[in-house]
């Protein structure tokens, strides 16, 4: 019986590409499925020789390109962009457990925060508006309640509260750069002491702070392992601004959170949607007045 292609769920793209590492493809091994069709779009690439990349499907050729530029201007702790063509990005392979997999210590989360606070304060070549970004995320939180609602995961009143709330506590400027996205524990290797970014894909220009909401919903830490990181953060960025909106940028991760999750028909649709109805009951508790 013919065995399958090691290459068969590769794009053509992604095909290419792996072409190019001089020695023969011997394996490929999905590393995310995403969709009703649980299309791979992240693959660990294995060649003859002991190479290993990985290859990435992203949305279209434009992101792309644009994650690949954004790339190759970030300090060390993150992937080497190897090759771009179309939607396809093939990046170095870091080996290594993931931070999801073990305790972190202090120290790691330490220069955790001091990683993303690096990326923060990266400026890329063209000029960020970050007025214009911050009306543009102002805009897009009630958005998303609003598809929350209108596919049934959140009720009418949870929506407007909520939205409420974020508008209380939006800020009225913030820094605009470029941000990891998804910066969390499953996202993260540790090797001789010191962080490695693992996933490239979320890379892009947004808000600096709503980066630090994402991590915060998507990284539960205790209070004092939060300190830890913030006084790793600190020794590259302020976080006052951040920690003074925290609500604002939380409530706009879980919403964005909520939304791809459901999207994408994931399993875990239920963790940021339950996080938001968490947080407006803790304010509702926090301020009993009926507003």
Known sequence: MDRPAPDGELSEDLA?????????????VPLSRRGAAQRATAFQLRFADGTVWKGSALANPDRAVAV?????????????????????????????????????????????????????RWRPATAVVADGLLREWQRRVRQRLDELVAADLLLEAQAVALAA?????????CDAGVILGDFCPENIVC??????????????????????????????MTEAQRAAYLDGYRQQRSADAFLAHRLF???????????????????????????????????????????
């Open 16 to 28: 290419a590409l792996a072409q190019q590492a001089g020695s023969a493809l011997v394996a490929v």
């Open 68 to 120: 690949a530029a954004l790339a190759r201007g970030l300090p060390a702790g993150v992937p080497r962009v190897i090759g771009q063509r179309g939607a396809a990005l093939v990046t170095e392979w870091i080996e290594g457990a993931t931070l999801q997999s073990a305790p972190c210590p202090d120290d790691v989360l330490h220069l955790c925060g001091a990683l993303q606070a690096q990326v923060h």
């Open 165 to 173: 709330l974020a508008q209380q506590h939006a800020p009225a400027r």
């Open 191 to 220: 090797r001789g002491g010191a962080p490695y970014l693992i996933d490239l894909e979320t890379l892009t220009i947004a808000p600096c702070d709503y980066d630090l909401g994402r991590t915060w919903y998507r990284w539960p």
């Open 249 to 291: 940028w939380t409530i706009a991760a879980l919403a964005e959170g909520a939304v791809f999750r459901h999207r994408q028909r994931t399993t875990t649709s239920a963790v940021p949607l339950d996080a938001l109805r968490a947080l407006l009951a803790d304010s509702r508790a926090a301020d009993p007045v009926d507003r």
